[in-house]
């Protein structure tokens, strides 16, 4: 699709969105260019909300104003790697995520803003950069006690650095891991649960003294494991 009929389009499905939505959003701006990431090839940013508070006479936050980025360009270099890309369904879930933003900033919340960092964190570790080990800890667990992100599932719990086994849960049976004793915190892809995209993250138990002696955090250890079913009782 080229920059003039998305622009028609993204005015278009901006114009559709009920006023009531678009409370504090003073307009749409399509550019041109591509917005890559800073550090991550292949990684690009396809809309922004760009969001400005004007504090009221008692030092509140007041007003919030944004005006939402759309990045042509971005669309077009996914468009380019994926020949099923669906421009309509991605602009629609851009400009929904972005109006989210929006009513988040004017609410003082910034559960979207933790998303999205969890989501860059995510894409650093893919990529073999430095990330975050934690990343995941920023977002709430599900109703199971995993964390989403990326289409990938974090589970974590926690051992002594003598245990050599683990137990979790994973859709309502209880499965158990062999693990390395140690004291580093261990990142385990289980490869034959969730289509390998299940992750249990193990963090070892030390005692005070140990934690404060280390005084920094331990290198992550990044395993690859079948999981198989804990005997009962």
């Known amino acids: 699709m080229n920059y003039k009929g998305f622009r028609a389009l993204a005015g278009h499905m901006f114009d559709e969105i009920p006023p009531v939505f678009r409370d504090g959003v003073s307009g749409l701006v ?8 800073p550090s991550l090839p292949g990684i690009h940013t396809l809309g922004e909300c760009v969001t400005e ?4 006479g008692l030092g509140g936050q007041g007003e919030t104003q944004s005006h939402i ?6 669309f077009q270099s996914l468009a380019g790697e994926d020949p ?10 851009t400009l929904l995520h972005e109006l989210l933003h929006h009513r988040e900033a004017s609410a003082d919340e910034d559960g979207l803003d933790r998303f999205d960092w969890a989501m860059d964190q995510n894409f650093r570790r893919l990529a073999g950069c430095a990330f ?8 709430p667990p599900g ?15 926690t051992a002594s650095p003598r245990d050599t086994a683990i137990r979790f849960h994973w859709r309502g049976r209880e499965y158990g ?9 261990a990142w385990i892809r289980v490869r034959n649960l969730g289509g390998g995209r ?18 920094q955090r331990l290198e992550t250890l990044t395993l690859d494991r079948r999981a198989l079913p804990a005997p009962v009782g």
């Open 30 to 37: 399509v550019e041109p260019r591509a917005c890559p990431h």
């Open 53 to 56: 508070h004007w504090p009221d």
């Open 69 to 74: 980025v759309l990045y042509h360009g971005s």
């Open 84 to 93: 099923m890309f669906d421009w309509e369904a991605e602009l629609w879930e």
């Open 132 to 139: 975050d080990p934690a990343f995941y800890a920023s977002l």
């Open 143 to 157: 109703t199971d006690g995993a964390v989403r992100v990326g289409g990938e599932t974090f589970l974590e719990t």
């Open 177 to 185: 891991l062999q693990v390395p004793p140690t004291e580093r915190p």
């Open 198 to 215: 299940v992750w249990i993250i193990v963090r070892r138990r030390l005692p005070w003294w140990r934690r404060l002696v280390s005084g």
